[in-house]
């Protein structure tokens, strides 16, 4: 049969044959492309987190001894053990186990610890690495949502691929029944049908899956090129470097020809089983099982509109992928459009527009405490410098009684209700946190005149604020007093040892903070702040003590500053400290633009996905309408017998067209409206913020496109239709 017709069918039927080959490479090139973007996204994200993070998969924290070291690294799992000498200190030494298989971690470490005596609390894990492996834990409490969302693309993608193969293979071989009833009734075996069907799917399809796949790689490159290339300014990035993985390749030609395959041999094996007459019989055309009235259709389109109903209840089955594909791609582009945008909107609230007035250009001085710091006056001097602060974080305790509550906080529920995370009930008192920030004496002696009180160097102002934790619009909670405003000073504590404590004077109570880029009781709603200037803490430090490792420099510029003058400042800086410090350096407007370009390229690498779908989606319309070129050839040949016009029968195509690209619009539009106004809600944002930023034009665009290529498909479908003769389509048996 081969020689005798196939053969020969597959060289004069180009225009069926087209249509298979085209499917097969769409589908070859957009599996690949898929499978080629997740990987290296993943290898991507794998590699951030081991620069950032570190790439240890298990740790312990405690008294761990050499025997105990040893204990560890000869276990049947642990493929290495190091000590982390940036963490241990004298709360007890950081171990970093390595595994040779990853998976082990959840069960082998708590085994681990009780083989050498350590608490189940000395247990952690790098939960955020894991999770890229599919390890999760029940104590992981975290989202992680990129990557099963990036995940759930691709399979859906890659189902979504399969059935459009499968659906050009069922529209051109369902219009050859006929054909092959003949050949059936002549002898044809079931069995040489099916073995014919399968060869023309191999000789079709093996060179467009291998160009396919290779072209997808190809663009795969170009893809993460371009990304490089657009992200290519921000700061601290780590470039993306193009990575494939040979399984990758097996997988996608394995996955591209079983679909082949399968896609050929349901539909050859659905032919081989129709007896000759069932086959003879057979009119290619569309049926209707059950006949429904398309109301709608008929009231907005007339009779043209009923005709385009039934037409598309007829297809539902093979325009499933397509509506899938097309629902999906929106859904995912519009919902990642709005979330992004709602995240944009809400950091700038949060963050940038909030302190776009407190800081131009911050420095970090890494390791190094503020008292051996000696350049905060040189820094005053730079040009282009209004003003500058430099400060130390530190952690202390402080007892507040009950006499000392407010009336206010005590309205509000007092220090009953707090989180014993953060405050504990001792001797009729609660123990509270009472963070330290220490400011150069100079910035420090600014804050007291800022504030209206006596500029002094030998005591503490207190922020005298706690914030209502009933509140839930966490942009701006609202906050009461703290405490009575009576005490002359304050007891600080060593978070450590509580029994070491220092008594300093207070110079006022105050609920204006310094201009810092700090955030004061956003988790622990009931930290009683202490700002003191560096004079005190080289009295208390010794008995204290809790300093973080690194210093700040906060740096504002003059109103209106442009993003030249702050990089020609962040130079200054950047010269002056160089010579003897660590630092980082970044200034706002750069910041700005880095995150947003982040953002950007996040939208970027995930519009691309939704794309992808709705190219499937596309590319199933153009196959199905091809395919079903000759099915409507005799239809429409008949409705021409009663007397319907050629315009008539274009606008039964004009209304295919817009029920299917209009359909997942509708169906997407609250889908994407609803969780949108809830998050909103959720987030405490001004709907009227969001609606200014929404990105109208974004998702109009993708509708448009949607639009764009299911008439370009619907417009090709109908040329192909009316430019035939439709008399001739009734009685002929031998083309597609």
């Not at 007890?92 to 082990?104: A, K, Q, R, S």
């Not at 509270?432 to 100079?442: Q, R, S, W, Y």
């Not at 519009?607 to 429409?636: D, P, S, W, Y």
């Amino acid at each position: 049969m081969w020689k005798d017709y196939s053969s020969s069918y597959v060289k004069n039927n180009k225009a069926s044959s087209l249509s298979i080959i085209i499917a097969a490479f769409i589908s070859a090139l957009l599996l690949s492309l898929l499978c080629s973007l997740f990987y290296n996204l993943w290898f991507y994200e794998v590699q951030s987190l081991k620069v950032e993070e570190g790439d240890w998969q298990g740790r312990f924290v405690g008294e761990i001894s050499t025997d105990d070291l040893t204990l560890i690294e000869n276990y049947a799992s642990v493929e290495k053990v190091t000590v982390n000498e940036n963490l241990s200190d004298v709360q007890g030494i950081v171990v970093d186990v390595y595994f040779t298989n990853m998976g082990n971690v959840l069960t082998d470490m708590p085994q681990i610890a009780e083989l050498v005596g350590l608490p189940a609390e000395s247990v952690s894990y790098h939960y955020s690495l894991l999770s890229l492996y599919l390890i999760r834990s029940a104590d992981d409490s975290a989202l992680r949502w990129v990557f099963p969302f990036f995940l759930l693309i691709t399979i859906i993608a890659c189902f979504s691929l399969i059935l459009v193969i499968h659906n050009a293979f069922a529209v051109t071989m369902s219009a050859r029944i006929h054909q092959f009833g003949i050949f059936s009734s002549i002898g044809a075996t079931p069995g040489q049908i099916r073995a014919c069907l399968l060869q023309e799917a191999l000789r079709l399809c093996a060179l467009p899956i291998v160009v396919g796949n290779l072209l997808g790689i190809l663009i795969c490159v170009g893809v993460i090129e371009a990304i490089n290339f657009t992200l290519a300014d921000v700061a601290g990035r780590l470039v993306l470097p193009f990575s494939y993985h040979p399984l990758i390749l097996v997988l996608s030609l394995l996955v591209t020809v079983l679909t082949v395959w399968i896609s050929a041999w349901i539909p050859a094996r659905k032919m081989g089983k129709l007896t000759p007459m069932e086959a003879i019989r057979n009119t290619n055309e569309l049926q209707l099982k059950r006949r429904k009235k398309s109301r709608i259709l008929s009231f907005l389109f007339g009779v043209e509109g009923e005709l385009a109903g039934n037409a598309l209840k007829a297809q539902k089955k093979s325009m499933r992928t397509a509506a899938l594909s097309l629902v999906f791609s929106f859904l995912a582009f519009s919902l990642m459009m709005c979330f992004f945008t709602l995240m944009i909107v809400n950091q700038d609230m949060t963050y940038f527009e909030r302190y776009q007035d407190v800081w131009d250009v911050m420095a970090t001085v890494k390791s190094t405490d503020i008292d051996v710091f000696t350049e905060a006056d040189t820094l005053q001097e730079l040009y282009g410098v209004e003003s500058g602060v430099v400060y130390q974080k530190a952690v202390a305790k402080r007892m507040v009684t009950q006499d000392e509550i407010s009336e206010e906080l005590q309205a509000i529920g007092g220090l009953e209700n707090a989180s014993t995370q953060y405050v504990s009930a001792v001797d009729g008192a609660w123990l509270v946190n009472a963070p330290l920030v220490i400011m150069d004496d100079t910035s420090f002696l600014a804050y007291c005149e800022q504030i209206g009180t006596e500029p002094r160097l030998d005591g503490a102002v207190i922020l005298n604020q706690a914030c209502d934790a009933s509140d839930p619009n966490f942009h701006d909670r609202r906050s009461v007093s703290y405490l009575v405003e009576n005490g002359q000073t304050t007891i600080l504590r060593n978070a450590g040892q509580e029994d070491v404590s220092v008594e300093i004077p207070v110079l006022t109570y105050t609920r204006q903070v310094p201009v810092l880029r700090e955030e004061y009781g956003t988790l622990d709603y009931y930290e009683l702040v202490h700002f003191v200037p560096l004079s005190v803490w080289k009295e208390i430090k010794g008995q204290i003590g809790g300093a973080e490792a690194d210093t700040y420099i906060r740096i504002l510029a003059r109103n209106r500053v442009t993003l030249d003058e702050l990089n020609e400042i962040e130079d200054e800086v950047s010269g002056l400290l160089s010579q003897g410090y660590q630092t980082e350096i970044e200034n706002r407007i750069q910041a700005k633009l880095d995150n947003d370009r982040m953002f950007h390229g996040m939208m970027a690498v995930i519009g691309l996905f939704c794309v992808l779908l709705a190219v499937i989606g596309i590319g199933n319309i153009f196959t199905n309408t091809f395919g079903f070129v000759r099915q409507r050839k005799r239809e429409f040949a008949r409705y021409m017998s009663i007397g319907m016009t050629p315009d008539e029968l274009k606008k039964i195509f004009y209304v295919e067209a817009l029920v299917i690209a209009g359909r997942p619009v509708l169906i997407t539009i609250p889908l994407t409206v609803i969780p949108v106004i809830l998050f909103i809600n959720m987030a405490y944002i001004d709907p009227m913020v969001f609606l200014h930023e929404a990105p109208f034009i974004q998702i109009l665009l993708f509708i448009l496109a949607i639009f764009g290529f299911v008439a370009l498909a619907y417009y090709i479908g109908a040329k192909k239709v009316l430019g035939s003769s439709l008399i001739d389509s009734l009685r002929d048996d031998t083309t597609i």
